[in-house]
Nanobody
């Protein structure tokens, strides 16, 4: 069991930056795929970025490549999503999620079985 709590969402103007955090507790003494997902109103939840905690391999959706970075602080059991050059289309509820270890950490919702409650990101034009 892993419990996840996101924070750091907010409102920002286009071109701005935000850094999301996801604190993990529970069975954190093992490797996982950790991912960030987002869901805008009326749209399906989609993968944004993932990282294999065992080796640090990271993956990104095409829509955020070059703008978002994912990182982890193992000592703090915390996952981060640094979002730069934000666009109005990045507006969504952002979720942190965990999945069994897989070095390719797919950005597929169904692969993840632990989820946080979400944090809202709103980007205005």
């Amino acid at each position: 069991q892993v419990q996840l709590v996101e924070s750091g969402g907010g409102s920002v103007q286009a071109g701005g930056s935000l850094k999301l955090s996801c604190g993990a507790s529970g069975h954190t003494d093992r490797s996982y795929c950790m991912g960030w997902f987002r869901q805008a109103p009326g749209k399906e939840r989609e993968g944004v970025a993932s990282i294999y905690t065992g080796a640090g391999y990271s993956y990104f959706a095409d829509s955020v490549k070059g703008r978002f970075t994912i990182s982890q602080d193992n000592a703090k059991n915390t996952l981060y999503l640094q979002m730069n050059s934000l666009k109005p289309e990045d507006t969504a509820m952002y979720y942190c999620a965990a999945a069994p270890p897989d070095e390719f950490c797919p950005l597929t919702v169904s692969e993840y079985n632990y989820w946080g409650q979400g944090t809202q990101v709103t980007v205005s034009s």
